[in-house]
């Protein structure tokens, strides 16, 4: 059965840094757009950062420019989410979806529109907090 998968969250204090990892099974990635995007308590899931495997093409939020790298590696099928100088309000479950669209390369679309993504994964926690 296809889909994907979410790993590496867990507790850091802040300043420090974590790796996310989204892999899949019964796709290749390099086809595709994986999305990372994060949902904290109370509030709404949001976008925080893509990239069109086929190209490198990268977005990312503004809250987090500066701070997280997106990144894939198609030998291992694997889409990885670097996240450095980490925040409290960095706290949230993080979600990888994938996305089988093409279409206009902008944030409007692929950080703002969740249906932009077909499957998704169930999520890893990320806390941040001394």
């Known amino acids: 059965q296809a889909q994907v998968e979410e790993s590496g969250g867990g507790l850091v204090q802040p300043g420090g840094s974590l790796r996310l990892s989204c892999t899949a099974s019964?796709?290749?990635?390099?086809?595709?757009?994986i999305g990372w995007f994060r949902q904290a308590p109370g509030k709404e899931r949001e976008g925080v950062s893509t990239?069109?495997?086929?190209?490198?093409?990268?977005l990312y939020a503004d809250s987090v420019k500066g701070r997280f790298t997106i990144s894939a590696d198609n030998a291992k099928n694997a889409v990885y989410l670097q996240m450095n100088s980490l925040k409290p309000e960095d706290t949230a479950v993080y979600y990888c979806?994938?996305?089988?669209?093409?279409?206009?390369?902008?944030?409007?679309?692929?950080?703002?529109?969740?249906?932009?993504?077909?499957?998704w994964g169930q999520g890893t926690q990320v806390t941040v907090s001394s």
């Open positions: 979806g994938l996305s089988f669209l093409k279409g206009y390369w902008s944030t409007t679309y692929w950080l703002d529109v969740q249906d932009m993504y077909d499957y």
């Open positions: 990239i069109r495997i086929e190209d490198g093409s990268m």
């Open positions: 019964g796709f290749t990635l390099r086809h595709y757009t």
